[in-house]
């Protein structure tokens, strides 16, 4: 395929905010292309390059905008040439790096069309924002390989990537979903919750439930068979070779083939309360003297659910049935903190409820996940029958831009110009803040933005929207100076959220609903 026939779908679907008519265009596309070229399809459409950072930085790409260099005038480029032309650049190191990038992206340039290096440009940059994200993109192969949406997202959630189920399923249609089931060592997308008010609110959504501390630490998901342990982030990223006590921990269960969902934790020594987020984000981050790392900051895991253990798939099985097999896995100290709520209806119940509340609170926690005891794991989806409770409004948003810091703060990028999802795919601002950031917050949002800067007037510098930050606020007001014509009143920085994607961002529909 050619990545001309890409572009034009990419400027059709940013054209149409219709997601029947988005869904329409992908699976033509999808239909057009043979199965093997259908995961470079998603990664372009979806603004991700299979390559991950490349290291073309807008000091490269700042020399082949449209039309410095002069484009091909008839199209040539195909996916394959491109995806090539992108290995070889990702390759590219030692002394020289610079020049040859640049050699590289301008001969990758000078083969394309107007319109295909538009495209490469958004695609270099991380810049696209047409609307195709994920679950519309997975509308469309559904559609194209004529197999039922439900079948193929439940698929997706177990291999944990869409691209890798597209190619199957259109090459071999709906037969291919049977290979797509849980497996000990592959990494499945972690389920998630909704927010509700408080506790009583949540109670009464969900009937019969447990109540769970909900922790301020990273999410992790742990994989065993025989000896060989893997751990893997929310966003399945593998993580073991850094967390070697998190490997002696899991040896130590008495069965040899198990998926636990947890948290990753530390504990002060001399108070007993929870390590900031960004210590514990930092200690996660280092790829080197992880031996020293943990000694300086030993981490600890507690896990809250179990989705498979001894060769069995607990993900269907309700929630009070898989915390059973749990607690007959792990001790009560591997275990987070939860009350059964059985008689919802109950004050007296629900009174207990709320007071566990006001204790993990005071306990340094950040609030409680309120489940369902029926539920079962629905992997990658944000369930309604999980629903957290926080003590304020919380909103996790999208760094598009930040500006230079000036007094104190000469010389790092301070104030964050924020961004929710909006229906187009895109990110709509809602305001700036730089209150909030600590000294070590600063230092390592100016060293994370350096990276991800793709334009910079010497005051203002934009970057790619991969940034997520959780924002306190005291409410929404009116403001013409906004897209949505709404800003945050009274925001700051609660944390960095750099173990969130993007996509994973409060979108401006939960914005307004909850301003």
């Not at 790392?293 to 981490?299: M, Y």
């Amino acid at each position: 395929m050619l990545l001309s026939r890409v572009a034009e779908v990419s400027r059709e679907v940013a054209a149409t905010s219709a997601r029947s008519r988005k869904t329409g265009l992908l699976a033509e596309l999808f239909a057009e292309a043979v199965p093997e070229e259908s995961p470079l399809v998603i990664a372009y459409l979806s603004g991700r390059l299979p390559q991950g950072r490349i290291g073309v930085g807008w000091s490269v790409l700042k020399n082949v905008v449209p039309p410095a260099v002069p484009p091909a005038e008839v199209p040539a480029l195909t996916l394959a040439r491109v995806d090539a032309a992108l290995d070889e650049l990702a390759a590219v190191s030692g002394a020289g790096a610079r020049a040859e990038r640049d050699r590289q992206v301008r001969a990758l340039f000078a083969a394309a069309t107007r319109d295909e290096q538009e495209l490469l440009l958004r695609l270099l940059s991380g810049d696209v924002r047409q609307g195709a994200l994920d679950a519309v993109a997975l509308e469309g192969v559904a559609k194209a390989a004529t197999v039922p949406a439900a079948d193929l997202r439940r698929a997706v959630m177990l291999e944990g990537s869409l691209p890798r189920v597209a190619q199957a399923v259109l090459a071999h249609g709906v037969t291919a979903l049977d290979r797509f089931t849980l497996r000990v060592g592959s990494p499945v997308q972690p389920m998630l919750a909704h927010t509700a008010a408080s506790v009583t609110e949540a109670i009464a959504a969900l009937g019969p439930c447990v109540v769970e501390e909900k922790l301020d630490g990273i999410r992790i998901q742990v994989h065993r068979r025989g000896d060989d342990v893997r751990v893997h982030t929310r966003s399945l990223d593998d993580i073991t070779d850094r967390l070697p006590e998190v490997v002696a921990a899991t040896r130590a269960v008495p069965s040899d083939a198990f998926i636990l969902d947890g948290e990753l934790i530390a504990l002060d020594p001399g108070t007993g309360r929870p390590v900031s987020f960004q210590s514990i984000a930092g200690r996660v981050g280092s790829r080197t003297d992880v031996a020293g790392a943990r000694a300086a900051l030993p981490l600890t895991p507690v896990f809250f659910d179990v989705l498979a253990a001894d060769g069995e798939s607990l993900i269907d099985r309700p929630g009070r049935d898989r915390h059973t097999v749990l607690a007959r896995l792990l001790p009560e100290s591997r275990r987070i903190r939860r009350l059964v709520v059985t008689e919802p209806a109950d004050p007296a119940r629900v009174e207990d409820a709320e007071r566990f509340f006001t204790e993990t609170l005071e306990r340094g926690h950040e609030g409680v996940l309120v489940k369902a005891l029926d539920a079962p794991y629905v992997a990658g989806r944000r369930g309604r029958t999980w629903l957290k409770v926080k003590p304020v409004h919380t909103l996790d948003l999208v760094v598009l831009a930040v500006e230079r810091g000036h007094g104190r703060r000469t010389g790092l990028l301070s104030n964050l110009h924020l961004g929710a999802r909006g229906d187009d795919g895109g990110f709509v601002m809602l305001g700036k803040t730089f209150k909030g950031l600590t000294d070590e917050m600063l230092r390592w949002q100016t060293e994370r933005l350096g990276e991800l800067a793709v334009e910079d007037d010497g005051f203002t510098v934009r970057v790619r929207p991969e940034l997520v930050v959780e924002i306190a606020y005291g409410g929404l007001q009116r403001s013409p100076r906004y897209p949505a014509g709404v800003t945050l009143r009274f925001a700051r920085v609660v944390r960095h959220r750099p173990d969130k994607p993007a996509s994973e961002a409060d979108s401006m529909a939960a914005v307004t609903g909850r301003g």
